[in-house]
């Protein structure tokens, strides 16, 4: 009898340990309603956005410290699983702590508009589609956007763009159209294959004639993903790994391993900011 109590007490002791130790890993204050957001009538874009920022946990209490900032272009999924993973990541002191800004798509429309570089077309499957305007964006980004953040928060000048697909080939048209803009560029399965890799041509002949560039990048690709991803990822890794580039560009790149186009940014982004911001 009293061998029996023994191993319910000791079960009992094991399961509120474990309690303890995943409230203590989990953020179980990371819930959407703990997410500030901010609207923006822009003049630049003639419309209404809205952005979403996670302040890390210290920041009420830490009134004399700055934070790096961390811009998530596209869907709100991506910016809750990075805020998530770099408040975990701090709190096991494998990354200082960050500011999220999750910049969200209005809808499928402004997608393509916005993420889409100038020289490409929005929609494939339009033969009259009208050239993206990306760069524009990339202007609302900067004055509005980057703008109010700054104003806002305690800042410092470190800001990292991260995006997954087309958003990810707008990240890394950010860094060819406002090199210094910011400082970390993390680009998860960027969509380079569009109409022949014309990305990747622009991209190569702008890097080319450029001085060295002090932002870090950072590509992933799942090893699960279409030919057509990774044949255009591996060309754009070749090309940076010459030897006259990769002394103007401070980069690395990962194949995620059994990872897909729809997984491969939730699984890539934790290393791609813990790597870029060990490099600022």
Do not use: C
Not at 27 to 45: A, F, G
């Amino acid at each position: 009898m009293k061998k029996n109590i023994k191993i319910f007490l000791l079960v009992i002791l094991t399961a509120f340990i474990s309690v303890i130790l995943t409230l203590y890993i989990v953020d179980n204050s990371d819930t959407h309603s703990n997410y500030k957001v901010h609207e923006i009538d822009s003049i630049i874009l003639s419309e209404k956005r809205e952005l979403i920022v996670k302040l890390p946990s210290d920041y009420k209490h830490s009134l004399d410290k700055d934070y790096s900032v961390i811009y998530v272009f596209g869907g709100n999924t991506l910016t809750y699983s990075i805020a998530y993973d770099t408040e975990l990541l701090s709190r096991t002191n494998h990354l200082e702590n960050v500011i999220i800004v999750g910049i969200p798509n209005l809808n499928q429309k402004t997608r393509q508009r916005d993420l889409t570089p100038p020289f490409m077309k929005q929609d494939l499957d339009e033969p009259d589609s009208p050239l993206g305007k990306a760069n524009k964006y990339l202007d609302f980004v900067q004055n509005e956007v980057i703008d109010l953040i700054e104003k806002t928060y305690r800042t410092t000048k470190t800001r990292i763009a991260v995006g997954h697909s087309r958003e990810g080939l707008m990240v890394l048209n950010s860094l060819i159209y406002k090199t210094d803009l910011f400082q970390g560029h993390i680009a998860l399965s960027p969509a380079l294959w569009r109409e022949n890799n014309l990305f990747i041509d622009n991209f190569e002949k702008s890097i080319s004639k450029s001085d060295t560039i002090k932002s870090y990048l950072f590509l992933s690709m799942g090893d699960k993903e279409v030919k057509k991803m990774k044949s255009s990822f591996n060309s754009i890794v070749e090309f940076l790994n010459t030897d006259i580039i990769s002394k103007k560009v401070k980069w690395n790149s990962v194949y995620t391993k059994g990872a897909t186009h729809s997984n491969n940014a939730l699984l890539s982004a934790p290393i791609g900011i813990e790597t870029v911001l060990k490099n600022n």
